[in-house]
């Protein structure tokens, strides 16, 4: 089995719901904490073993590429500071020649579109494909789990993690067929199930191990649910061939293609740092007994 070595990061969306701030600014390297949120992915996909990372972006998003370009004068500025520390930060960051690749999707046509435009660059190997947007904290890097899992499974893999089901019609929902704890072998995948028609509770979030089968799949360029083309969809072709399991990841995943995802996401990251938290637990406490007292 080939491993697991190109990761595919579609980023073409415009950031609609954090306007004005996406205006100028890819939601992308909006700050979490003090990282971009696409830096929480990088990290994220090189414990996992990935060694080609492929953006999908479009028009707009040339900050994005900057931010993984190397920055020679702020490096001599900080060498010469004497500021090793931020120096090894910053250099940490940087994404060496070869290492990156970026591909312009020129039409919106969903995220099944958004893959199939990195087809050439992903060739005939299984990849991975990461979304940005969905930032998963855990002791160990949720596509690590996941690549850990499929040297065992082969096929295709994605992250899965229940949820109220008056929410299913969000998600693309899994039809289990069998449950074996962490791991669950899938027999059909819908995306964004009408109100009560979910096959179950069991959710695709934003990491995905795929076959390049599934890019035969999007050549189709058949449209599902919103008329786009659906990654799901592809993935659920590939059911009885490869086959498809889903993994139930340890950590917490924060969708921060919301604005409270976004904070939410702050807050606990913030609130794991040694250098941040007593001061702002102490500003949280005084939050919290400020509108009991007003109650």
Same mark, same amino acid.
């Given at each position: 089995?080939?491993?697991?070595?190109?990761?595919?990061?579609?980023?073409?969306?415009?950031?609609?719901?954090?306007?004005?701030?996406?205006?100028?600014?890819?939601?992308?390297?909006?700050?979490?904490?003090?990282?971009?949120?696409?830096?929480?992915?990088?990290?994220?996909?090189?414990?996992?073993?990935?060694?080609?990372?492929?953006?999908?972006?479009?028009?707009?998003?040339?900050?994005?590429?900057?931010?993984?370009?190397?920055?020679?004068?702020?490096?001599?500025?900080?060498?010469?500071?004497?500021?090793?520390?931020?120096?090894?930060?910053?250099?940490?960051?940087?994404?060496?020649?070869?290492?990156?690749?970026?591909?312009?999707?020129?039409?919106?046509?969903?995220?099944?579109?958004?893959?199939?435009?990195?087809?050439?660059?992903?060739?005939?190997?299984?990849?991975?494909?990461?979304?940005?947007?969905?930032?998963?904290?855990?002791?160990?890097?949720?596509?690590?789990?996941?690549?850990?899992?499929?040297?065992?499974?082969?096929?295709?893999?994605?992250? !899965?993690?229940?949820?109220?089901? %008056?929410?299913?019609?969000? /998600?693309?929902?899994?039809?289990?067929?069998? #449950?074996? &704890? =962490?791991?669950?072998?899938?027999?059909?995948?819908?995306?964004?199930?009408?109100?009560?028609?979910?096959?179950?509770?069991?959710?695709?979030?934003?990491?995905?191990?795929?076959?390049?089968?599934?890019?035969?799949?999007?050549?189709?360029?058949?449209?599902?649910?919103?008329?786009?083309?659906?990654?799901?969809?592809?993935? !659920?072709?590939?059911?009885?061939? %490869?086959?498809?399991?889903? /993994?139930?990841?340890?950590?917490?995943?924060? #969708?921060? &293609? =919301?604005?409270?995802?976004?904070?939410?996401?702050?807050?606990?990251?913030?609130?794991?740092?040694?250098?941040?938290?007593?001061?702002?637990?102490?500003?949280?406490?005084?939050?919290?007994?400020?509108?009991?007292?007003?109650?």
């Amino acid at each position: 089995m080939n491993k697991v070595t190109k990761a595919v990061f579609p980023v073409a969306g415009l950031g609609t719901r954090f306007l004005p701030a996406t205006k100028s600014v890819p939601k992308e390297i909006m700050t979490l904490v003090d990282r971009p949120l696409v830096q929480y992915a990088i990290d994220e996909a090189r414990a996992a073993g990935i060694k080609e990372f492929i953006f999908v972006t479009s028009r707009g998003k040339g900050a994005l590429e900057d931010y993984f370009d190397h920055a020679p004068q702020l490096e001599q500025s900080l060498a010469d500071s004497g500021k090793d520390d931020l120096l090894e930060i910053l250099r940490s960051t940087n994404m060496d020649s070869g290492e990156v690749a970026y591909i312009r999707q020129h039409r919106a046509l969903g995220l099944g579109h958004a893959v199939w435009c990195a087809r050439r660059l992903i060739g005939d190997e299984p990849f991975a494909v990461m979304l940005p947007d969905d930032v998963i904290s855990g002791d160990t890097p949720c596509l690590q789990q996941m690549v850990e899992a499929y040297e065992e499974t082969g096929g295709n893999m994605v992250a !899965a993690m229940e949820v109220p089901i %008056e929410k299913a019609s969000a /998600y693309g929902m899994l039809d289990v067929k069998d #449950d074996m &704890g =962490s791991l669950v072998s899938v027999k059909g995948m819908v995306e964004k199930p009408k109100a009560g028609t979910a096959p179950s509770n069991l959710a695709v979030i934003g990491r995905y191990i795929l076959s390049p089968k599934v890019l035969d799949s999007l050549n189709a360029m058949e449209t599902g649910a919103g008329g786009e083309i659906q990654l799901t969809d592809a993935i !659920a072709q590939q059911i009885d061939g %490869e086959g498809v399991y889903g /993994y139930r990841f340890r950590g917490e995943r924060f #969708d921060c &293609g =919301s604005k409270s995802g976004f904070l939410q996401a702050t807050v606990s990251f913030a609130l794991a740092r040694d250098d941040l938290k007593t001061e702002l637990s102490a500003f949280l406490h005084d939050i919290v007994s400020a509108e009991k007292a007003a109650q």
